[in-house]
């Protein structure tokens, strides 16, 4: 079993759906938890990160953990074409280092 | 704020021979992380610097492999003799956290390719 597991996709939702990225981890000492995006040929940029159980909002970006079920979302509202990218769930562990998924691709189509 | 620069963007090196790839972090960021991302593949860690010092390296792949960072400002990851599994993107991360969430700032990454 991967440490971290992404849904590999592609996933394509139109302009304006919300787009949902799942991700699960092993680790059940992980401490906090990232949303990074990546363009094609570009670095890593972080979307948001999480470490409290439930919900957290930042603009049309919401992070949902669950650590009950070592699980950890992101939902993108009001999709647009630049959100096309590939989105990568990482997990800190115990020895602040950070382990990432495959990456999820999403295309947002226009 | 200048941000992780990573130098060269992309290295082309026949196998057998050395590359050296050079990262300078955030200013003031005294944690430096070194990952891999092998074609296909997530990206792995390497190893962690807290300053000058290596935190750990235990994704380093085999001796082949060897990374500094004097002085506790950019490093450098040499990779001697390259094998043709060494081909990946090479990116270099730093933080300043010393507690709370680990929020790293990645650079553009070194391309390497071995032939």
């Known amino acids: 079993q991967k440490e971290v597991e992404q849904n590999s996709g592609p996933l394509s939702v139109p302009e304006g759906a919300i787009a949902s990225l799942n991700c699960t981890y092993s680790d059940r000492g992980s401490q906090s938890f990232f949303w990074y995006r990546q363009y094609s040929g570009k670095s890593p940029e972080l979307i948001m990160f999480i470490y409290s159980n439930g919900d957290k909002e930042d603009g049309r970006f919401t992070a949902q953990l669950n650590k009950a079920s070592q699980y950890v979302s992101l939902l993108i509202r009001d999709s647009q074409p630049s959100d096309s990218a590939t989105y990568l769930c990482a997990v800190e562990g115990s020895a602040r280092q950070l382990t990432f998924g495959s990456g999820t691709q999403l295309t947002v189509l226009p | 704020e200048a941000g992780v620069t990573q130098f060269p963007s992309h290295s082309v090196i026949e196998k057998g021979q050395t590359v050296t790839l050079r990262c300078d972090p955030i200013?003031?960021?005294?944690?430096l992380y070194w990952y891999r991302r092998v074609m296909g593949k997530e990206i792995k860690f390497l190893l962690h610097f807290v300053k000058e010092s290596k935190q750990d390296e235990s994704g380093m792949p085999n001796n082949r492999f060897l990374a500094e960072r004097t002085g506790g400002t950019y490093s450098t990851l040499k990779v001697q003799p390259a094998e043709l599994e060494d081909s990946g993107v090479y990116f270099c991360?730093?933080?300043?956290?010393?507690?709370?969430?680990?929020?790293?700032?990645f650079g553009a990454g070194s391309r390497l390719t071995v032939l």
């Open positions: 200013s003031g960021h005294d944690n």
């Open positions: 991360a730093s933080s300043q956290a010393r507690s709370g969430a680990n929020v790293l700032t």
